[in-house]
């Protein structure tokens, strides 16, 4: 029986797995719950397990010495109230599990159970990283749950370290997983144009920090298309404008906030430096303005070898026209600090539920769950193959 068809027995307990976390989510570095919820049942399965590893997070082992190979999960949810009308919406006004981390739990908690009990395992150990906070980086200490971790030595002796992301808007049960840079890194930019307030019928008795602004918000939407390369990938985007109160008043000031997305280090330096030019054209007017920019996760590398060790677990699994290669998109994920630690690679998991458009971080996301233990399948099979491989 392949690994497949095993967690295939496994769906009710998956879905129930998945439900619970969904009813009751948690956001980052708050996971009591949750971290409760996955070493009881990991312990249940007498599997070792480690708490308050980066603070709520749990890490557990499946066999030991070497080679090792690690699978991560993150739980947290996002702090946007649920619209689904579900048996298992959201018991927490505001909160809501946006993005699947809850389904990427219970995944995990499945190939525990899987590779825990398989009679045959290669030699060496499998590590199960349940990580905090991935979505939120905190400003106070520098961290999300993912780099804490590795500073934490979580990720110490692995000899390669996986991942899955399902994917509300792909095919449910394909799997893709990009060679090379696959998500972005996401940068942020909070700034203040200065001007000089006035009456709205006397303009010329101030300046006006408005017009200064179109003129910056002109340079920010030249830096993609006219100061670099056309082939090259990048994003710079404004998310916010505030400024003013009154119809026939002009302000002092314009408060605008953005984003920043590279793959590149070379790139987000140069794109960086071009954002501060396109603001310093509010000083070139006679205004002024202040600039903080943010670097939040690097951007994540996928080992092209790992990733085609996956590619082919997906064929082997599913077949040759449910996996294959994926594009890469301009969000980000702090698993790029444990790629950077070992070799690595996430797969993105086919979840469509319905032809409703259902966008990550959205009121109405939602996934197919018979998509689930085929994240299982898939995941724990790599981790199989990559204990051989790196076994000899």
């Known amino acids: 029986m392949t690994l497949l068809a095993k967690a295939n027995e496994m769906q009710e307990q998956l879905v129930a797995w998945r439900r619970d976390i969904h009813m009751h989510p948690e956001l980052g570095f708050e996971e009591q719950r949750t971290s409760r919820l996955v070493a009881d049942s990991l312990r249940e399965m007498g599997i070792e397990t480690e708490v308050g590893v980066a603070e709520t997070g749990v890490v557990a082992r499946i066999g030991e010495g070497r080679p090792a190979v690690g699978i991560r ?3 947290d949810a996002l702090p946007i109230q649920e619209a689904n009308d579900v048996p298992y919406k959201s018991r927490t006004p505001g909160l809501m599990h946006a993005c699947g981390h809850d389904a990427h ?17 290669p030699a060496g150990e499998i ?9 939120k980086w905190r400003e106070s200490d520098g961290h999300s749950g993912g780099s804490l971790m590795v500073e ?8 390669a370290v996986i991942a899955c992301h399902v994917s509300s808007g792909s095919p449910m049960g394909e799997v893709e997983v990009c060679d090379g840079f696959s998500l972005a890194a996401p940068d942020s930019f909070e700034a203040t144009i200065i001007g000089e307030g006035t009456h709205g019928a006397a303009p010329h008795n101030g300046l006006d920090p408005i017009w200064l602004s179109a003129q910056v918000i002109n340079a920010l939407q030249a830096i993609r298309s006219r100061r670099r390369n056309p082939t090259e990938r990048s994003v710079v985007s404004l998310g916010s404008i505030h400024a003013g ?9 314009v408060l605008l906030t953005g984003t920043i997305r590279t793959f590149e280090q070379e790139a987000r330096e140069e794109i960086h430096a071009l954002v501060e030019e396109a603001f310093a054209l509010a000083r070139h007017f ?13 951007a ?5 070898g790992v990733a085609e060790l996956i590619r082919d677990v997906g064929r082997d699994l599913l077949g040759a026209d ?3 290669h994926g594009e890469p998109i301009m969000a980000g994920e702090d698993f790029a600090f444990m790629t950077q630690q070992a070799p690595g690679a996430m797969l993105r998991l086919g979840a469509q539920l319905d032809a409703v458009n259902r966008p990550h971080h959205s009121p109405i996301f939602d996934i197919h769950e018979d998509c689930l233990p085929v994240g299982v399948g898939v995941m724990a099979e790599s981790a199989l193959r990559l204990l051989r491989q790196h076994g000899g």
């Open 300 to 304: 994540l590398y996928n080992d092209p």
């Open 105 to 121: 739990t219970s995944m995990l908690l499945g190939v525990a159970k899987l590779l825990n009990d398989l009679p045959d395992r």
């Open 322 to 324: 449910k996996s294959g």
């Open 73 to 75: 999960a993150d739980m």
């Open 286 to 298: 006679g205004g002024d303005y202040k600039l903080s920019i943010s670097t939040g996760y690097p």
């Open 152 to 159: 934490q030595k979580a990720l110490d002796g692995l000899d």
């Open 127 to 135: 590590r199960l990283l349940f990580q905090p906070s991935e979505e």
């Open 245 to 253: 109160v009154a119809p026939n008043v002009v302000p002092n000031e």
